[in-house]
């Protein structure tokens, strides 16, 4: 690890969120998919996922994910999101006997938390929950959707001892050893995540030590992933939603490492759509920088300094989906994942992965 874990309150100032196009709704941003081409367990190895290549004349070609490595130049500069899956999820209960689910979303300091808390009534500030049988966290009041929680320990290492792996809500089966080593990048370093940043996950270290050996550079940001990458949009104007805030950090050396590849003329590849929003947020022009970002990107946006994407797929009518369209444009996304779906490619979080080159101007 670089350095120790952060702890941030969530009262941070916001870059302000783009503008999505005001022609577009939520509807457009829909496509049916299978349930049984929801990937429920990763690939046999992290490398052995398919690879949908969208290149920039507007051609699909179906690729493994080792073909990556063919498809980017030397002196392109790979953007890695390196935070790390904590142990976020607890189950217990209040000492009226009610059974209880807390998902920590982000910790503000060693002994205190922001969760999500499940229960059949409200907790009322006060209320006592009984967790993992093990320890008792206090509830001390709300943010918003949130509670905030006061716990007997340092908050990291009570979920590292008694919390479970937050696996998607679209994943059906109770975590398990292998969730704990494939739901983690090999990289991840920054323990603050409740999602992982799963373009990452097909990554392992014959593939990286391949690419630096092929001349492509990497650099990592850090962009705690929440829990509200799962929360659907609920507004027909997307101009009406109100972006989920997460916690990122972009170092100085990644702002260098950017600087040298664009002067050398090669391109910035963020690994995942967690990598856009930090180094967009960043952007115009690219400086160190670390706080909260509610960047909503929509097909208009202006890029600033991301010129491709590896991505996995991703849930119809997302804020995700809207990302990608905003890259490589609406009527090929859809052409893509309706051929995705037609090839069977495995989607979300376990699943396949694109390469998406946007038009040339």
Not at 53 to 67: E, K, P, T, V, Y
Not at 253 to 260: G, K, P
Request: aromatic share 8%.
């Amino acid at each position: 690890m670089r350095h120790a874990p952060r702890f941030v309150s969530s009262f941070l100032p916001l870059p302000a969120p783009a503008q999505p196009a005001a022609s577009l709704t939520l509807a457009d941003f829909d496509y049916a998919l299978p349930a049984e081409l929801i990937a429920q367990a990763p690939a046999p190895r992290r490398s052995a996922s398919r690879l949908l290549h969208l290149d920039a004349a507007g051609a699909l070609h179906d690729r493994s994910f080792a073909d990556l490595a063919g498809l980017l130049r030397p002196g392109d500069l790979l953007v890695f999101n390196d935070t790390r899956v904590i142990k976020a999820r607890l189950h217990g209960r209040k000492a009226s006997g009610g059974k209880v689910e807390v998902l920590v979303e982000r910790i503000l300091d060693p002994m205190q938390a922001l969760a999500h808390v499940r229960a059949s009534k409200p907790s009322a500030p006060g209320t006592v929950l009984h967790l993992a049988e093990a320890f008792d966290a206090t509830v001390l009041g709300r943010q918003d959707d949130l509670y905030l929680l006061q716990f007997p320990a340092p908050v990291l290492d009570l979920l590292q001892a008694y919390g479970q792996t937050p696996l998607p809500p679209y994943i059906e089966h109770v975590p398990d050893a292998l969730d704990e080593d494939r739901y983690q990048t090999v990289y991840s370093r920054e323990p603050g995540a409740v999602a992982a940043p799963t373009a990452g996950l097909h990554f392992d270290d014959a593939m990286l030590a391949r690419l630096q050996e092929a001349g492509v550079s990497r650099a990592f940001v850090t962009l705690h992933v929440g829990a509200g990458t799962f929360q659907p949009v609920r507004v027909q104007n997307l101009a009406e939603h109100v972006m989920h805030a997460e916690w990122y950090t972009v170092p100085q050396e990644t702002v260098d490492a950017v600087a040298r590849a664009q002067a050398a003329g090669g391109r910035v590849i963020a690994v995942g759509t967690t990598s856009v929003r930090a180094l967009e947020s960043a952007g115009a022009p690219l400086r160190a920088c670390q706080g909260d970002t509610r960047l909503f990107i929509t097909p208009g946006y202006r890029w600033q300094v991301v010129d491709a994407l590896l991505t996995n797929f991703h849930l119809p009518q997302s804020t995700l989906l809207m990302l990608v369209s905003a890259l490589a444009g609406v009527e090929r996304i859809r052409r893509a994942y309706a051929h995705a779906v037609a090839k069977r490619y495995r989607f979300f979080s376990y699943g396949d992965a694109m390469f998406i080159e946007p038009p040339q101007p």
